[in-house]
């Protein structure tokens, strides 16, 4: 099972809202992700999640804040977002573990559509 | 700076053509290489992982690496039109926690 999940799949905030998008996984992955993805173009790496420790930031503006609960769960927190920050937001996952064969393949959930109006 | 490129495409090929789609990259110390799926308006999708010199085949897909070349490949044989979607080259640097950076896309369609 590579499942990876996401909630909401749809979003639309105002500049002044403050929402919170969810993503979870029962894989027993040791890493997550923050992607931003925007219309035909690649995932943007937004943050990476360790061992529940944040191991690597994006220069990612603070109105992104992300949040590592456990090992199956991962929040992005949004605030005073802006028009531009319109995008698909993709979670993964990936195992973390002494394998040579699998270690970094990531598993991607199905997005979060989010419009800022 | 590392790069991954692909040709942008649109790549079109008949039904039951094969179906060549490549990549290149910059990091000649780059580990493991990745090709995801992805249809219009969904997440991306694992479809080959490759880690060392050669060929590797799974059903209809074969993912080629020739590290010395710095050049991935994914050929995708008998070629369906479910299989139109833009595929993703990405490569991975043990060094940089996991961090995998993505080519641009290949947009294929595989015309009935």
């Known amino acids: 099972d590579t499942e990876v999940t996401q909630t909401p799949k749809h979003l639309v905030m105002g500049m002044t809202n403050k929402k919170s998008l969810k993503c979870e996984q029962h894989m027993g992955h040791r890493a997550m992700y923050w992607y931003k993805q925007k219309a035909k173009k690649p995932p943007e790496l937004m943050f990476v999640y360790s061992y529940e420790k944040l191991s690597i930031n994006e220069s990612v503006p603070s109105r992104f804040s992300p949040e590592c609960p456990n090992s199956s769960l991962l929040n992005l927190h949004l605030h005073a977002l802006q028009p531009e920050d319109s995008a698909l937001y993709l979670c993964?996952?990936?195992?973390?573990?002494?394998?040579?064969?699998?270690?970094?393949?990531?598993?991607f959930g199905p997005g979060t559509r989010l419009t800022v109006t | 700076q590392k790069e991954v490129e692909q040709n942008s495409g649109p790549l079109s090929v008949p039904e039951g053509a094969i179906a060549s789609l490549n990549c290149t990259y910059s990091?000649?110390?780059?580990?493991?290489f990745f090709w995801y799926r992805q249809y219009s308006g969904k997440s991306p999708e694992l479809i080959m992982s490759?880690?060392?010199?050669g060929d590797k085949e799974d059903g209809r897909f074969t993912a080629q690496l020739n590290k010395a070349s710095q050049y991935v490949s994914l050929l995708i044989r008998d070629s369906q039109p479910s299989d139109s979607a833009t595929y993703l080259c990405a490569v991975g640097d043990y060094n940089q926690g996991g961090k995998l950076i993505f080519g641009q896309g290949t947009e294929l369609s595989v015309k009935p």
């Open positions: 990091d000649r110390v780059s580990q493991s």
């Open positions: 993964a996952s990936s195992p973390q573990v002494v394998l040579p064969t699998n270690y970094y393949e990531q598993y």
């Open positions: 490759i880690y060392s010199n």
